[in-house]
């Protein structure tokens, strides 16, 4: 649509902070109001409003769409949607690893087994690792416990945290950001290794390169929607 605002303004409200637009209050979708729960966040999403030219493309207002999300979506039941992401856990990316050749065997030790020992040390669970694609159960106690995890975050940090594992087909590298603190671009890196081996040997087209890249910037804004959230 085209623009339709000169001013962008945040503001503090009841329940958070809040984006107007010449003085009118930014609603999402659903028409909720789009109170935002840290001052930083609001800040990141006024800013997005204030980089538009003269038509409004939420595509480049990755920020907006993920508050969207959070409050129309995420907020009015976040036990079934956290549900939805810790169904991950039975299917890690981390757990499933290649039989061959050693060198992409060794990377993937490499770079998994670090990500699986902070999820062992932080929510004092165990994983089944296998070789191969062949589903294999993880401990009931692992999935109840990470499934707890999971349920214990707010909506805003929930909403990124899917993006993030549902990216990276992994729910411990998500974790692994929201609550570990790892960095970024290790941890996509780590989640990227088969995908980067299939290049190596292959080579990537332009179309390809192009969408790596998007998802690499997908997860880093997920990322920082994160951490603005918690503030």
């Known amino acids: 649509m085209k623009r339709f605002y000169t ?9 958070g902070f809040g ?3 010449d ?6 979708p659903a028409r909720a109001s789009l109170t935002l729960p840290t001052a930083a966040l609001a800040e990141a999403i006024a800013q997005e409003w204030r980089a538009q030219g003269e038509t409004v493309d939420p595509a480049s207002m990755p920020m907006t769409g993920l508050a969207n999300a959070a409050i129309d979506h995420v907020a009015p039941d976040p036990a079934t949607f956290a549900e939805g992401v810790a169904r991950y856990a039975q299917s890690d990316l981390l757990c499933y690893r290649a039989d061959g050749p050693d060198t992409l065997v060794a990377r993937q030790v490499a770079a998994w087994e670090p990500l699986l020992d902070w999820a062992r040390s932080r929510y004092d669970v165990t994983f089944a690792v296998t070789q191969g694609i062949i589903p294999v159960p993880q401990p009931e106690e692992t999935l109840a416990r990470l499934a707890a995890a999971v349920v214990a975050i707010n909506p805003f940090i929930l909403t990124g945290l899917s993006t993030l594992v549902t990216l990276s087909g992994s729910l411990v590298c998500g974790l692994a950001v929201v609550e570990g603190g790892r960095e970024i671009g290790a941890i996509w890196q780590a989640a990227e290794i088969d995908e980067a081996w299939q290049v190596e040997q292959w080579g990537e087209d332009a179309e390809a390169a192009a969408r790596s890249v998007r998802r690499a910037d997908d997860f880093a804004t997920a990322a920082a929607f994160c951490a603005l959230s918690r503030g």
């Open 23 to 28: 003085g009118r209050p930014v609603r999402t």
């Open 19 to 21: 984006i107007r637009l």
């Open 7 to 15: 001013d962008v303004t945040v503001v503090a409200e009841e329940g």
